[in-house]
T-cell receptor, first 112, second 114 residues
Framework: KQEVTQIPAALSVPEGENLVLNCSFT??????LQWFRQDPGKGLTSLLL?????REQTSGRLNASLDKSSGRSTLYIAASQPGDSATYLC???????????FGTGTRLQVFP | ETGVTQSPTHLIKTRGQQVTLRCSSQ?????VSWYQQALGQGPQFIFQ???????GRGNFPPRFSGLQFPNYSSELNVNALELDDSALYLC?????????????FGQGTRLTVV
């Protein structure tokens, strides 16, 4: 059974810092891994999708990596801004299912 | 912003009542999945519909049911509401039901059961 864990649960950093959010999964037979952003009380915005054959994906200041052998993915945010404040969720899809299994998220606050 | 729309945005119901939540999928998408997100938790998979048929179900009781229509829009119905059903309900649409497809989420419906 796939389980997804995110560390840390919460993070508060000053503007301009580079930061790393971590996501661990127990079943390495994943098909892809997706990172989402969620603003308070809102839906999910897809940030990056990494397929199992890929090692990383980049979009602007965001870079996500995937290491299936160690069961880890990281989301790197460069030069953080107050507008990056949100909860970041990772979700894995295993080969034997087509449902997203989510972590509990990392709540990020970037202060000016 | 995605093309997935959900209605209503907020809803208050009394314990024991029934509720219907609606989702319009993104244009061209034939698959809709529903998730429940309790406060402070990650979303939990309820079920998925692909071309009007249920295509997978999570660990939710039968009082959670759904439909998908020919235009691929979908409904989530919950009977005999309980206090623990209070949550954000999220709908996601995708093109195809396979594991490689990217899911796009709507803004959610906040359900409060009192």
């Amino acid at each position: 059974k796939q389980e997804v864990t995110q560390i840390p649960a919460a993070l508060s950093v000053p503007e301009g810092e580079n930061l790393v959010l971590n996501c661990s999964f127990t079943d390495s037979a994943i098909y892809n891994l997706q990172w989402f952003r969620q603003d308070p009380g809102k839906g999910l915005t897809s940030l990056l999708l990494i397929q199992s054959s890929q090692r990383e994906q980049t979009s602007g200041r965001l870079n996500a990596s995937l290491d299936k052998s160690s069961g880890r993915s990281t989301l790197y945010i460069a030069a953080s801004q107050p507008g990056d404040s949100a909860t970041y969720l990772c979700a894995a899809i295993s080969y034997n299912t087509d449902k997203l299994i989510f972590g509990t998220g990392t709540r990020l606050q970037v202060f000016p | 912003e995605t093309g997935v729309t959900q209605s209503p945005t907020h809803l208050i119901k009394t314990r024991g009542q029934q509720v219907t939540l609606r989702c319009s999928s993104q244009s061209g998408h034939n698959t809709v999945s529903w998730y429940q997100q309790a406060l402070g938790q990650g979303p939990q998979f309820i079920f998925q519909y692909y071309r009007e048929e249920e295509n997978g179900r999570g660990n939710f009781p039968p009082r959670f049911s759904g439909l998908q229509f020919p235009n691929y829009s979908s409904e989530l119905n919950v009977n005999a509401l309980e206090l623990d059903d209070s949550a954000l309900y999220l709908c996601a649409s995708s093109l195809g039901a396979g594991p490689g497809t990217e899911a796009f989420f709507g803004q959610g419906t906040r359900l409060t059961v009192v």
